[in-house]
């Protein structure tokens, strides 16, 4: 069963570091991950999608990179801004029919002023 | 403006009440999907549907039940409300191809049972 996990699971920074989100799954047979971004109480914005047959995708000052042989994936966040605080999620698409996205817990960074 | 709507966005309700979760959405996304969320864990599937007259439940057992009588309207309901039922639901839809669709997500319902 495909389980998805994100380390660290918070993070605090002050503005202006760069800095690397991590997520790890078990199972590489995979469609795509897709990074999200939750703010509180709120739903899911995504960020970036990177396709199987991909590498990474970039949007800005994030980039993402994806390494399916191994099962892992990095979410960087150029020079962080106290805006960029929120929780970010990582989630999976199994190959599997009649499933949706599988997701982890998220890592909550805050970046302070 | 494309885009996936959720009401009510906060709804506090007695133990045992009927309630229904309205989503909607203007992309003419085929496929829809409930997801629940409690604080600080992962979202988890409860319900999806492919398409009007399609629906399936997730991995997650859920006591919930949807319809899609419309492409656009993805409403899922309560019958009784219990106070375990307290917890974050997300609607989203995509298209149906795989590989390259990415899922909208709603603002979110937070449902509180006393």
């Known amino acids: 069963k495909q389980e998805v996990t994100q380390i660290p699971a918070a993070l605090s920074v002050p503005e202006g570091e760069n800095l690397v989100l991590n997520c790890s799954f078990t199972?590489?047979?995979?469609?795509?991950l897709q990074w999200f971004r939750q703010d509180p109480g709120k739903g899911l914005t995504s960020l970036l999608l990177?396709?199987?047959?991909?590498r990474e995708q970039t949007s800005g000052r994030l980039n993402a990179s994806l390494d399916k042989s191994s099962g892992r994936s990095t979410l960087y966040i150029a020079a962080s801004q106290p805006g960029d605080s929120a929780t970010y999620l990582c989630?999976?698409?199994?190959?599997?029919?009649?499933?949706?996205?599988?997701f982890g817990k998220g890592t909550t960074l805050s970046v302070s002023s | 403006e494309a885009d996936i709507y959720q009401t009510p966005r906060y709804l506090v309700i007695g133990t045992g009440k009927k309630i229904t979760l309205e989503c909607s959405q203007t992309?003419?996304?085929?496929?829809m999907y409930w997801y629940q969320q409690d604080p600080g864990m992962e979202l988890h599937l409860i319900h999806y549907?492919?398409?009007?007259?399609?629906?399936e439940k997730g991995d997650l057992s859920s006591e919930s039940t949807v319809s899609r009588i419309r492409t656009e309207h993805f409403p899922l309901t309560l019958e009784s409300a219990r106070p375990s039922h307290t917890s974050q639901y997300l609607c989203?839809?995509?298209?149906?191809?795989?590989?390259?669709?990415?899922?909208?997500f709603g603002p979110g319902t937070r449902l509180t049972v006393l």
């Open positions: 989203a839809s995509s298209e149906l191809a795989p590989n390259v669709h990415t899922q909208y």
């Open positions: 199972d590489s047979a995979i469609y795509n």
């Open positions: 990177i396709q199987s047959s991909q």
């Open positions: 989630a999976v698409d199994p190959r599997e029919a009649g499933t949706a996205l599988i």
């Open positions: 992309m003419g996304h085929d496929k």
């Open positions: 549907s492919y398409g009007v007259n399609s629906t």
